[in-house]
């Protein structure tokens, strides 16, 4: 079992930065691959970026790609999601999910979702 816990969204202006976090309990995180997601009112969940268990492979949509990163301290049993030049599109709730399986998943655990909303 993997608990999981997001915090770090909050508003922002167009351009500026956040950092989201997601803190997970359970022996077994560092087994896992770690994803982060997001979901707007009437749009169905997205991929945003994913990270394999050694955090030797990552993924990243291709809206995010070169302002998002995915990193994550197993120590420390978190999962990050550092976004840079954030856009008024990017606001939505953002989750992070586990999956056993790999990055691909499919993804078992979820948080309880933090929002994230940018202002033009």
């Known amino acids: 079992q993997v608990q999981l816990v997001e915090s770090g969204g909050g508003l922002v202006q167009a351009g500026g930065s956040l950092r989201l976090s997601c803190a997970a309990s359970?022996?077994?995180?560092?087994?896992?691959?770690m994803g982060w997601f997001r979901q707007t009112p009437g749009k169905g969940r997205e991929i945003v970026a994913s990270i394999s268990w050694s955090g030797g492979g990552t993924y990243y949509a291709d809206s995010v790609k070169g302002r998002f990163s995915i990193s994550r301290d197993n120590a420390k049993n978190t999962v990050y999601l550092q976004m840079n030049s954030l856009k008024p599109e990017d606001t939505a709730l953002y989750y992070c999910?586990?999956?056993?399986?790999?990055?691909?998943?499919?993804?078992?655990?979820w948080g309880q979702g933090t929002q994230v909303t940018v202002s033009s």
């Open positions: 359970g022996r077994t995180f560092s087994r896992h691959a």
């Open positions: 999910s586990a999956s056993a399986s790999g990055t691909t998943g499919p993804y078992e655990y």
